[in-house]
């Protein structure tokens, strides 16, 4: 009976406690919600470069009235078979310039189909499915194989950074082509007509990919945790009230905690890769100061979240309730599993509000491919502006923490 008495007032408190609550009731929900929208999407507006120098003409051999040329343009026909959802397709009538786009962070992949191609498409299926009858001219004509092969080779290049986006271009692709070659009749294979050609030789892993988000992700479980408690527990022991009323300015307080919790988790951080290099091999191919530069933004942007945190929670279990409500959707909306492609366009702004977002997508750049500053100029800038605004609302809330009890 006592023990039910005091579950009686456990339960009483909780019932009162507005916000946690709001918490217990509301968190499962929205966390169910997110992640069934954010695993669920398919992937949406991948940008590819078509560069179809194809006459879609082929001369073929018949039996009776010697070569003609049939008129197929298989090329259009295979990117008319294109997923205009998964794809945004550019066009450009440079192959080399193609080719070199790929290497850049907004284009996935290049296709370069040759001037023969429909020709060699069409003649390669009769040399391995035999004679077909056509209809030309208002007749019926028998076409015979060439005597010698002609295999096309159509060039593909594909941005392999992302081993999943990677897979499903080479799927989609895959599946174009075999709309082409149906209307051949023969045995033909996308593989035999593909020439494909990856980025960084498919040497980037499915823990490569991950691996940055995954660190980014537990600098921001570490650091806001640590930062949050730490105020709230200064706090509520009052030690905070008297720092805050000693002769120093609020900004002073803000920068000296941003400073020894900024310490730390550059120590964290360079434990992270340290350990991911030495236990994982984990790929690393870009400036080590770029990535210092990345990660002292983030944990700027990181301990102005956590001093906002401590503001509202009354107390530590209060500020890890707010932490996990903040955390565990970050991991689900900011690419660190499943590519941003994939997001839904309905929850896609809350991905654009995560500074985890921006930061994994540095951090990749950089690490998986070594892109330089030019490349990650939109990231650095929209994690200084985090940075920035953070610091700015972290003092305003230090001014309150001296008035709250």
């Known amino acids: 009976m006592k023990s039910f008495v005091i579950m009686r007032n456990v339960l009483r408190r909780i019932v009162h406690d507005v916000r946690t609550l709001a918490l217990i009731i509301v968190m499962p929900l929205f966390f169910i919600l997110l992640y069934g929208n954010a695993f669920s999407g398919n ?13 879609g003409l082929a001369s073929v051999r018949t039996e009776k009235i010697g070569r003609i040329t049939l008129p197929v343009n298989l090329a259009d026909v295979f990117i008319a078979g294109l997923d205009r959802d998964m794809f945004h397709i550019r066009t450009s009538d440079d192959p080399q310039a193609a080719e070199a786009a790929v290497a850049e962070p907004d284009v996935w992949a290049a296709l370069v189909f040759p001037k023969d191609f429909s020709h060699a498409v069409v003649n390669e299926a009769l040399r391995q499915g035999g004679k077909r009858v056509v209809e030309y001219e208002g007749k019926s004509v028998t076409l015979v194989p060439s005597e010698t092969a002609e295999a096309p080779s159509t060039a593909v290049i594909v941005d392999d950074s992302n081993p999943l986006v990677t897979k499903a271009i080479l799927e989609a692709f895959n599946e174009a082509f075999s709309g082409v070659l149906a209307t051949q ?21 499915m823990l490569d990919f991950t691996a940055p988000g995954i660190i980014g992700f537990a600098m921001t479980l570490i650091t806001v945790v640590l930062t949050a408690l730490s105020i709230v527990r200064e706090r509520t022991s009052g030690t905070l009230t008297r720092i805050l009323i000693a002769p120093i300015r609020a900004w002073e307080v803000a920068a000296g905690y941003t ?37 002292v933004l983030f944990t700027i942007t990181l301990q102005g979240i956590a001093t906002l945190i401590s ?20 991991i689900m909306i900011s690419g660190v599993f499943w590519p941003l492609e994939t997001t839904p366009a309905a929850i896609r702004p809350l991905s654009y509000l995560s500074p985890l977002t921006y930061a994994n997508s540095a951090l990749r750049k950089v690490m998986l491919t070594g892109y ?19 610091l700015l609302l972290g003092v305003l809330s230090m001014r309150r923490q001296a008035y709250t009890a």
């Open 372 to 390: 330089g500053l030019g490349e990650i100029t939109f990231e650095i800038a929209v994690l200084g502006a985090f940075a920035v605004a953070m």
């Open 259 to 295: 400073l020894a919790f900024s310490v730390v988790a550059l120590l964290q951080a360079a434990e992270l890769f340290l350990a991911s290099a030495l236990l994982f091999n984990i790929r690393f191919v870009g400036n080590p100061g770029l990535v210092t530069l990345i990660i």
């Open 185 to 205: 009749q023969a045995a033909l294979t996308p593989k035999g007509i593909l020439d494909i050609r990856l980025l960084y030789g498919g040497k980037i892993r």
């Open 43 to 55: 992937f949406r507006n991948l940008s590819i470069i078509i560069v179809n120098q194809d006459n």
């Open 311 to 330: 503001t509202v929670s009354r107390s530590e279990a209060q500020a890890m309730q707010l932490v996990l409500l903040l955390l565990i959707p970050s």
